[in-house]
């Protein structure tokens, strides 16, 4: 994981699992706080993604899918509607380019 995305103290893929890192912007700095919902080893991983101090809570979901003996990443983020509509570092087009890529 921290080869493809934050720098994680610790990492497990098991359901209940808490992890947390924090991430800038140009101006605040945040802290994430996240949490495994669902494992399918080898296929799917599901972990909650917040922000501390705010209202919201969206799922980031990677897929492993295989095609013609090749591997696919499919990441899907949802809930992006829950965070503050006031706040243009969590508004929905911040993360149009994937995870991390907002951030500094």
């Known amino acids: ?3 493809w ?3 994680l103290a610790e ?3 098991k359901a209940g699992f808490k992890f947390q890192f924090e991430a ?3 101006n605040k700095k945040y802290l994430h706080l996240c949490e495994i919902t669902e494992v399918e080893e080898g296929k799917k991983l599901t972990h ?3 922000y501390d101090g705010y ?3 969206s799922f980031v979901t990677w897929e492993l899918l ?3 003996g090749k591997t696919r990443l499919k990441l899907t983020h949802t809930g992006l509607e829950t965070f503050p509509e006031g706040n243009p570092d969590l508004a929905r087009k911040k993360f ?3 995870l991390g890529r907002n951030y500094r």
């Open 66 to 68: 295989d095609e013609n």
């Open 5 to 7: 995305y934050f720098d």
């Open 48 to 50: 909650s993604w917040r």
């Open 96 to 98: 149009r380019n994937g």
């Open 1 to 3: 994981m921290k080869k």
């Open 55 to 57: 209202e919201g809570n």
């Open 24 to 26: 800038c912007t140009e």
């Open 11 to 13: 990492f497990k893929s």
